[in-house]
């Protein structure tokens, strides 16, 4: 059963630095890629970025320069390290896994999602 088990979220004023991070477990052979998405009020879900496990990045949205996406795949963890945060950055941030089973079926885990609060 594949697992996603978010941390780092949490309230930091405009300006400021978050990490987050997500780990992994379960058919763990088979990620292809970890990102994170974000979905605040009343918006749909949006990438943030993610990262494959051979290290190719995405990023969403203008986001790359004040966040970067890094992963640990020893230990089947993402990270998100967001600075210079601003309040149109709170959201509720979502890990997610993509899991390659054979050469061309993709299927995409979810966590439950961390907040994060930028206040003004």
């Known amino acids: 059963q594949v697992r996603l088990v978010e941390s780092g979220g949490g309230l930091v004023q405009t300006g400021g630095s978050l990490r987050l991070s997500c780990e992994a477990s379960?058919?763990?052979?088979?990620?292809?890629?970890m990102g994170w998405y974000r979905q605040s009020l009343g918006k749909e879900r949006e990438l943030v970025a993610s990262i494959t496990t051979g290290g190719l990045t995405v990023y969403g949205n203008s986001l790359e320069g004040r966040f970067t996406i890094s992963n640990d795949n020893a230990k089947h963890t993402v990270y998100l390290q967001m600075n210079s945060l601003k309040p149109e950055d709170t959201a509720v941030y979502y890990c997610?896994?993509?899991?390659?089973?054979?050469?061309?079926?993709?299927?995409?885990?979810w966590g439950q999602g961390t907040r994060v609060t930028v206040s003004s």
């Open positions: 997610n896994a993509q899991y390659r089973y054979g050469s061309n079926y993709y299927r995409d885990y």
């Open positions: 379960g058919s763990i052979s088979s990620i292809h890629a």
